[in-house]
């Protein structure tokens, strides 16, 4: 059984920066797509990511597009969030996933999720 275990976060200034980590135990193949999503306190799951395993384009949210950077290693079969220019309203738990299909925004279509890593951004 697949499991993710999400890194990296903690407590960052507004302007700061984390670098989110998630290991895939399973083995993880070019149909797989990976990605962050985020729930702050009292509401819903939101896209943050997404890539292909294998590559291509990232997809972002608009609320983070030219601050955050999604990436891979598939050697270490790692996915990394990397966050910069960080904002309060980033405050929130962040979930990595994987699901076996193209690369998409809603939450229902990842089958597989870590427990997820609080971060915290101060004003």
């Known amino acids: 059984q697949v499991q993710l275990a999400e890194s990296g976060g903690g407590l960052v200034q507004t302007g700061g920066s984390l670098r989110l980590s998630c290991a895939i135990s399973?083995?993880?193949?070019?149909?797989?797509?990976v990605g962050w999503f985020r729930q702050a306190p009292g509401k819903e799951r939101e896209f943050v990511a997404t890539?292909?395993?294998?590559?291509?384009?990232?997809n972002y949210a608009d609320s983070v597009k030219g601050r955050f950077t999604i990436t891979r290693d598939t050697g270490t079969i790692t996915v990394y969030l990397q966050m910069n220019e960080m904002k309060p309203e980033d405050t929130a738990v962040y979930y990595c996933?994987?699901?076996?299909?193209?690369?998409?925004?809603?939450?229902?279509?990842?089958?597989?999720w870590g427990q997820g890593t609080q971060v915290t951004v101060s004003s």
């Open positions: 996933a994987r699901r076996v299909g193209s690369p998409t925004t809603w939450a229902s279509h990842y089958n597989d």
């Open positions: 890539m292909r395993w294998n590559g291509g384009t990232p």
């Open positions: 399973g083995r993880t193949f070019s149909s797989h797509s």
